[in-house]
């Protein structure tokens, strides 16, 4: 399971119409392969020069030209399904998930990649090459703390929040050693094969 299918299973078991993919990078990596009859691409095309996706630009550019008016959809805009792979550092991570919530319908999902780094330097605030998760983990746990929500073990962690608020009782921290000892807890990581079952019984 990755997180093309998560998101198309999400799409699929709620019958939705609206998504907007933050970072796209190569297309034919996600966004390609996503069924929904309207879909928005962000992406400064800083690592995939050629992206051809619908806005051009940083996500801060996205939401700030949107919430103005100055795009080509209005400014109160709602989508479905927001799925976050952009700039992995929690301070980004965390204006992206504020904003898309934004814009998220009710009843809507946004969906998180890399929220479960399986090493310290995996999660490093910069990509010092190789595989690189980034500090997603860290802005990811105070959506957490507020939102019902989960994460999917399986392809760097695929976080997936509810617009439903839901107290919970977790620690946040910001200690890579806190979080990899009680990542089960702190993430609410389940199975793949739980997945299906959690999206159906989310609201």
């Not at 617009?163 to 389940?190: G, M, P, V």
Request: with cysteine; aromatic share 12%.
């Amino acid at each position: 399971m990755n997180r093309t299918i998560i998101l198309n299973k999400i799409i699929e078991t709620y019958g939705f119409e609206k998504y907007l993919e933050i970072g796209v990078c190569n297309p034919a990596t996600n966004f390609n392969k996503i069924h929904c009859p309207i879909k928005h691409g962000v992406d400064n095309g800083l690592e995939y020069r050629k992206n051809p996706v619908k806005y051009p630009m940083t996500s801060d550019e996205f939401f700030t030209r949107l919430n103005h008016g100055d795009l080509d959809i209005a400014k109160n805009y709602k989508y479905d399904v927001i799925f976050i792979d952009g700039l992995h550092t929690a301070e980004q991570v965390e204006r992206d998930v504020k904003n898309a919530i934004k814009h998220i319908k009710r009843k809507g999902f946004i969906v998180l990649h890399d929220c479960n780094p399986p090493t310290f330097e995996h999660q490093t605030e910069t990509n010092n090459g190789g595989a690189w998760n980034g500090t997603v983990w860290k802005a990811w746990l105070k959506f957490r703390e507020q939102y019902k929500s989960c994460t999917i073990d399986c392809d760097w962690g695929v976080g997936i929040m509810t617009t439903k608020l839901e107290q919970t009782d977790i620690k946040i921290t910001d200690d890579f050693n806190a979080f990899d000892k009680d990542r089960k807890s702190l993430l609410n990581l389940i199975e793949p094969s739980q997945f299906e079952h959690w999206i159906e019984k989310a609201y």
